[in-house]
């Protein structure tokens, strides 16, 4: 076999590609992501859009009733339930504390840093190499550092400690943002979340839930992810945990309509607040990006609104995490970020360059395993906890 | 998002143009920007900075100035650094004497560890083993019930502790991991594999725990999983993982994304441990042995070719193909060659996967999701042509055109555009036959942006998308393949 023809056959395989992915492109908008799974339509109230009415078959659980008794069987020693709500405000975790290990890395650069007597070029370039340690990324830690010479040329700063205060100043006032999950006006108020695959999402439900849970709203969890096995059963632990009704479809199901029954579902027995999970998902793959659109306008359609699409992310993630950002913003609308896992040593240093290019402010945190080590974010106290010796 | 090295190589290098040699500054430059490609590929910046002074020493060594095309010489050197410190072989799994073969999976929470889990039973299940699955991730709610689930799919019997204490959370793993070697051999099941719970390498309890279970079960392979988004931290990871178990390898998930991967590269030069295994999809059976030297054109944004070439070669009968490359040539390519073509193609897998391979293909491009269906269509529409038409697409006209556009249940549009399309890639096939030497001439196009659509330009233009050159497609080719004398295009 020669080059020649091997070469020949490769270019056949990007020119059938390309000729491919143009016709596919040219009629996205037409062949779209419509399945005909034929299943009866069980709603009373088909929603605006024919094309988009959600179908498959819902089972509706409510804890109690058909829902699997949750007995002292599956009562799951870990989870905080017996704890008294007071306790729950007072166990809040530290950043700082958690973030000790995420620091380690980073304190030796900065006490470098602060070793010298005056400000030089090898400052920068220690601070540099911290920020891209963290995973802030090239551009992000620029800009930081061209902010940084121009703060220090202009306040005339000339201690490395006047330095990294002035870092840490730029790095807040780049985070800084609400972490207020709004309500909409009338119920019920729904976040979706959404996310690529093993970010925590089912995990990040269950907690919010529980928060929502302590502070006397009613919840009902939308199980959409139809997709990964067992996701729906992980869910419906949590929600057995923090008591919240929980709506989940078949295995494979449509999520879009497991998310607007379970709109309806809450609509009719007046529950506060909707959380809807979904299949994580890689942002490259356009056709599960379409159908993540489709659930999150399907989920508008009913009572209530979308107030909330916060996108998970894993703290460990690195410069991927921007494109994942930015896809699923184009997506479903991103109003915010939940930076999960980082009670590790990551440090989720892409916040940044999510905040700076999309405007994506962080809302929450996850700083441990418990349902109360779910927060919400400070930049101050994260700043704070990250660069420090 | 990520320009590839050859993009950025392209701006230095053709500032360079027309200079008779390289300043030590140019040099810097060009290693500035391998290092601005590195870290944007997630490699550990430590592993960037020992990197960066290799192929410095090498780049000064080899001096660029004299290379016909310095670009390509630098790239080259660079490619070769990452192979080797991706290096190695690919792994090869040596049975156990005595079976069960033990593999202990560990990583990170979300990492994959139990999809990978039931993945690799199925790869083992291919190789004619027996494997067993064993869930001792009583921890997360429903892991276990995720794990047979899987398995189910895979055919591959589950044991874990009985279903009432996984759901009292107070299951011992160690124990499960004890009876399960047992059940194994009761089975005469000859590989286990066990499934761990996602733990923080800071968690010393966890990590004790997971340090117990490896004791009890002694395992032959513990392979760690890495999720390829992983950033910076992904060293210090493998390092804690590597202490507390002593790993074989490592199994990188989700390199179906467009995450570069650079932190597997980062976790072999630091612990040493090879990827021995990939997943690249969703789908239970998108898992293989790991071809390391394949990953760094990856990080570099620069295509696969070796895979590419292995699958065609797999996939098309080699006559029949070097007679359809013939007519690609002479011109002679029909609308009947062109649906062979797209069968044998099918065969070497989805080809949205075969795109990313390819050097020299936009992202755009790259990333637009090619379904089964889009495909169909297609075809579809060549069905629905009469003989003549398919040899001479010309002679379709436009009720020609509704009536074929009628018969595959398109629209007409659809149908002028596969045409256009076809048209169009016969004449670039012609090119390559009739101007063997293709150099700066044809490619003026690519500079002045033809690769770079701007912004949320939303379709891309499938002309929009220029052939990689033969030199470039050549420097990235095994040498293996070459051959001596291998006739040029």
């Given at each position: 076999m020669n080059t020649l023809y091997l070469l020949l056959v490769i270019l056949a395989v990007v020119v059938v590609g390309g000729a491919v992915a143009f016709v596919a492109l040219g009629g996205r908008g037409r062949s779209?992501?419509?399945?005909?799974?034929?299943?009866?339509?069980?709603?009373e109230e088909p929603p605006a859009e024919p094309a988009e009415a959600p179908e498959g078959d819902v089972d509706l659980l409510e804890p109690g009733l058909e829902?699997?008794?949750?007995?002292?069987?599956?009562?799951?020693?870990?989870?905080?339930?017996?704890?008294p709500e007071v306790v729950e405000a007072e166990v809040r975790p530290s950043f700082r504390e958690r973030l000790a290990k995420a620091r380690a890395s980073m304190s030796g650069y900065l006490s470098s840093v602060l070793s010298r007597k005056e400000i030089t070029e090898e400052s920068y370039e220690e601070l540099e190499e911290a920020l891209l340690l963290a995973d802030v990324g090239m551009g992000p830690t620029q800009e930081l550092l061209d902010g940084l010479r121009e703060k220090v040329r202009a306040e005339k700063l000339t201690t490395n400690a006047e330095l990294l205060d002035a870092l840490r100043a730029e790095m807040k006032s780049t985070l800084e943002g609400s972490t207020d999950l709004a309500r909409s006006p009338e119920s019920p108020t729904i976040w979706l979340f959404v996310g690529v695959n093993g970010v925590g999402k089912t995990t990040t439900i269950g907690k919010v839930g529980k928060r929502l849970a302590d502070d006397g709203a009613s919840v009902v969890m939308a199980a959409?992810?139809?997709?990964?096995?067992?996701a729906a059963e992980q869910l419906e632990t949590w929600a057995d945990r923090c008591g919240a009704t929980i709506v989940r479809g078949a295995e494979g199901s449509d999520p879009s309509s497991v998310i607007f029954d379970a709109v309806e579902a809450a609509a009719s027995r007046g529950t506060d607040v909707v959380l809807a999970d979904t299949a994580g998902r890689l942002h490259t793959k356009s056709n599960l990006m379409d159908e993540l659109s489709k659930v999150r306008r399907v989920a508008d359609?009913?009572?209530?609104?979308?107030t909330e699409v916060l996108l998970v992310l894993d703290?460990?993630?690195?410069?991927n995490g921007l494109a994942q950002a930015r896809q699923f913003a184009e997506a479903t609308d991103v109003t915010g970020v939940v930076l999960t896992?980082?009670?590790?040593?990551?440090?989720?240093?892409?916040v940044f360059a999510i905040r700076s290019?999309?405007?994506?402010?962080?809302k929450l945190v996850g700083l441990?395993?418990?349902?109360?080590?779910?927060v919400d974010f400070d930049a101050d106290e994260f700043v704070d906890a990250l660069v420090s010796t | 998002m990520f320009e590839s090295l050859s993009d950025r190589f392209e701006g230095i290098f053709s500032r360079l143009r027309g200079k008779g040699h390289l300043t030590a500054a140019d040099v810097d430059d060009v290693l500035r920007e391998i290092r601005l490609a590195l870290l944007e590929a997630d490699v550990n910046l430590a592993v960037v900075k020992s990197m960066l002074g290799r192929i410095r020493e090498r780049a000064v060594g080899e001096?660029?100035?004299?290379?016909?095309n310095p670009a390509l010489q630098v790239k080259k050197i660079v490619l070769e650094e990452l192979t080797e410190t991706l290096g190695g072989e690919t792994l090869r799994i040596s049975y156990a004497s005595k079976p069960p073969t033990v593999v202990l999976m560990a990583g990170l929470q979300g990492s994959g560890k139990t999809t990978n889990s039931a993945k690799l039973a199925r790869w083992f299940r291919a190789q004619g083993r027996n494997p067993i699955l064993v869930g001792t991730?009583?921890?997360?709610?429903?892991a276990v019930q995720q794990l047979r689930t899987l398995a189910e799919q895979v055919g591959v019997p589950v044991y874990s502790a009985p279903d009432d204490v996984v759901a009292s959370g107070e299951g011992d793993p160690v124990e499960v991991a004890r009876a399960a070697r047992a059940e194994a051999r009761a089975q005469g099941r000859d590989v286990l594999i066990c499934d761990t719970a996602g733990r923080l390498a800071i968690d010393a309890e966890m990590m004790d725990q997971v340090r117990r279970i490896s004791a009890e079960l002694q395992p032959d392979y513990t392979f760690l999983v890495v999720d390829?988004?992983?950033?910076?931290d992904a060293v210090g990871v493998a390092e804690s993982f590597n202490e507390t178990l002593s790993l074989d390898g490592v199994i990188l998930t989700k390199?179906?994304?467009?995450?570069?991967?650079?932190a597997a590269l980062s976790v072999k030069e630091v612990v040493?441990?090879?990827?021995a295994f990939a997943s690249t999809g969703e789908?239970?059976?998108?898992?293989d042995l790991f071809?390391?030297?394949?990953l760094a054109g990856r990080i570099l944004g620069e295509g696969d070719l070796a895979t590419l070439i292995e699958k065609a070669e797999q996939a098309f009968e080699a006559e029949e193909a070097e007679a359809a490359a013939q007519r690609m040539l002479e011109g002679t390519f029909t609308l009947d060659d062109f649906l062979e073509q797209m069968q044998s193609i099918k065969k070497m897998g989805p080809l949205s996967g075969l795109m990313g391979m390819m050097?020299?293909?936009?992202k755009e491009v790259r990333d637009v999701e090619i379904e089964d269906h889009h495909i169909a269509r297609i075809e579809g529409i060549i069905h629905s042509m009469t003989r003549e038409e398919r040899v001479q697409?010309?002679?379709?006209?436009g009720s020609r055109r509704s009536r074929i556009a009628r018969g595959s249940g398109t629209s007409s549009s659809d149908v002028s555009q596969l045409v256009a399309q076809f048209r169009q890639m016969r004449q670039m096939m012609q090119e390559m036959g009739r101007t063997?030497?293709?150099?700066?001439k044809g490619r003026k196009g690519r500079k002045s942006g033809g690769r770079v659509t701007p912004?949320?330009?939303?379709?891309?233009?499938?002309?929009?998308f220029q052939l990689p050159t033969r030199e470039e497609m050549e420097a990235q080719l095994p040498d293996a393949l070459k051959g001596p004398g291998s006739p040029g295009l």
């Open positions: 779209g992501i419509e399945d005909s799974s034929g299943a009866p339509v069980l709603l829902a699997p008794a949750p007995g002292p069987a599956v009562e799951v020693p870990e989870a905080p339930v017996v704890e959409g992810d139809t997709f990964r096995a067992a359609k009913g009572a209530g609104s979308v703290a460990t993630t690195g410069q896992k980082l009670d590790g040593s990551a440090k989720g240093g892409i290019e999309l405007g994506l402010p962080v441990g395993e418990k349902a109360a080590d779910l | 001096d660029l100035s004299k290379a016909l991730d009583l921890q997360r709610p429903a390829a988004m992983t950033g910076q390199l179906d994304g467009d995450a570069r991967g650079g040493g441990k090879p990827i789908k239970v059976e998108d898992f071809h390391p030297d394949r050097p020299g293909v936009p697409p010309d002679i379709i006209d063997p030497k293709r150099k700066k912004k949320g330009a939303g379709k891309p233009k499938a002309s929009s």
